[in-house]
């Protein structure tokens, strides 16, 4: 379907039914959060700094005070930094449906504007997140009348107990690479290593890849399309080279509390065990820009706010859901578009 002409009658008249259970499985998510304590926030979308990941786009825009004097501001990737933000005030439990927007994204799964449901609990631990995942795949799949999460052929029991297992047992079970190898104690990739561990697997490497390029591509082409498969799968401890914005673990300083949840091959949600240091997380993003700089030859801006409100947020768990995927998989809808009210052009 294109999305510039989803305004002719006879194709909503085919999308309405998937706009309408989208309408329900968000009323019965913000049911349960509700229920759960959870104050619904909404997040500026206008801020100073989309983002601090090398591999994110933001888009620019500039905002011109009274005086007629303009500055550059972004629309947000994500309402994290608000929301922790928001944390850092006193708020507990948190939850927003944000519209957020991402550039050099387009296609099946990827809207350049799409709804993120963001949620954040303060003094729990990140596996309570995982649970609250299971739940949502199974409100979801009730809400819209549906017995199995679809995309294309796949298929996935969204009421089955998820599957559970690290990135480094992912790689060495789907890709035969033992990844912790490639990293060193303290988490510090080696490129050369990742690439020699790609050879010998059979796989091969772009000459310029460095190594989180490098495990993107083996993540992509030989691990995501058996996760989610008849059962959702939590992807968990990533490396902590792969983790900007979490925490590491306490036992393995080369991994860190960072899960993502899929079903049906297609990755729905983000999350982490939040990393609250403001000095580590400078240089998490310090490095995030340099490489960003090196791969695209631009960088974004710090939100100097955001790394003093870290000083005074409380240890909290937080996660991001593609909520658009989520009502994709449920319905059954074979691209993005069908499942958003009014698409970008």
Known sequence: MSASSWWQPHRH????????????????????????????????AL??????????????????GNDGQGRRMYLHTSPEFAMKKLLAAGETRIAAFSHVWRNRE??????????????????????????????????AAEAAGARKLRFRDRTCDPFAAPERLSVAEAFARHAGIDLLATVDAQGLPDAEALRRAMAHAGLTAGADDGWSDMLSRVLVEKVEPHLGQGRPTILDRYPAAEAALARRAPDDARVAERFELYACGVELANGFGELTDPAEQRRRFEAEMAEKERVYGETYPLDEEFLEALALMPPASGIAMGFDRLVMLATGAPRIDEVIW????
Do not use: K
């Open 342 to 345: 009014a698409p970008a052009g």
């Open 13 to 44: 008249a085919d999308r309405r039914p998937l706009l309408l259970a989208r309408n329900r499985i968000q009323s019965a998510l913000r049911g349960w959060l509700g229920a759960e304590g959870f104050v619904e926030v909404d997040p500026a």
């Open 106 to 139: 387009r296609g099946v799964l990827h809207s350049p504007e799409f709804t993120m449901l963001e949620w954040y609990r303060v003094g729990e631990g990140y596996e309570v997140l995982m649970a609250d995942c299971a739940a949502f795949l199974r409100l």
């Open 47 to 64: 801020q100073v700094s989309p983002g601090n990941e090398a591999h994110l786009h933001g888009f620019a825009t500039e905002a011109i």
